[in-house]
């Protein structure tokens, strides 16, 4: 019963999202399904109205922000001031994301080998994710993989 209320919900939510043009390009990202894409439109809206990459990363919340003064030297942590929901979904994507066969694999184990916690280096990736998705939609072009990633991944 609940398995077909959720399937029909996806279904519907996929249907939205063949109406929006952004969300194709969202969708390229291996990583990042159309729950996913329709929670982060959903609470982003017109991606036009933000110039930057900065304005984007600051309107969720996931600028870093550091408290210093004088010889004392704070840690660096994420605001939290913008919107909670999309960080709680880019965090969920950042997981799919850092898998073995990821997108953003390697990028989380050079996090880690720098001596990063694994919540830390999950929301980097969360980050990147975001400028990633700002970029593709900005530019409205599909995600594309390098090659060179996969080239050395082999070697």
């Known amino acids: 019963m609940i398995h077909s209320l959720i399937q029909e919900a996806e279904h519907c939510i996929e249907k939205i999202l063949k109406n929006i043009p952004s969300a194709r390009y969202i969708r390229s990202i291996p990583g990042i399904g159309s729950i996913t894409t329709a929670g982060i439109i959903g609470e982003i809206g017109d991606f036009n109205k933000f110039r930057t990459q900065g304005e984007v990363v600051k309107f969720s919340g996931l600028n870093i922000y550091e408290v210093s003064s004088g010889k004392h030297t704070g840690k660096r942590k994420i605001s939290k001031r913008g919107r909670s929901r999309i960080r709680n979904l880019l965090y969920l994507a950042a997981l799919g994301t850092v898998k073995k066969q990821g997108i953003m ?51």
């Open 105 to 155: 694999h390697a990028y989380y184990t050079r996090l880690l080998g720098n001596s990063l916690h694994k919540t830390s280096a999950l929301v980097a990736v969360a980050r990147k994710l975001l400028k990633i998705i700002h970029a593709v939609v900005r530019d409205e072009c599909m995600y594309v993989r390098e090659e060179k990633e996969v080239e050395q991944k082999a070697a």
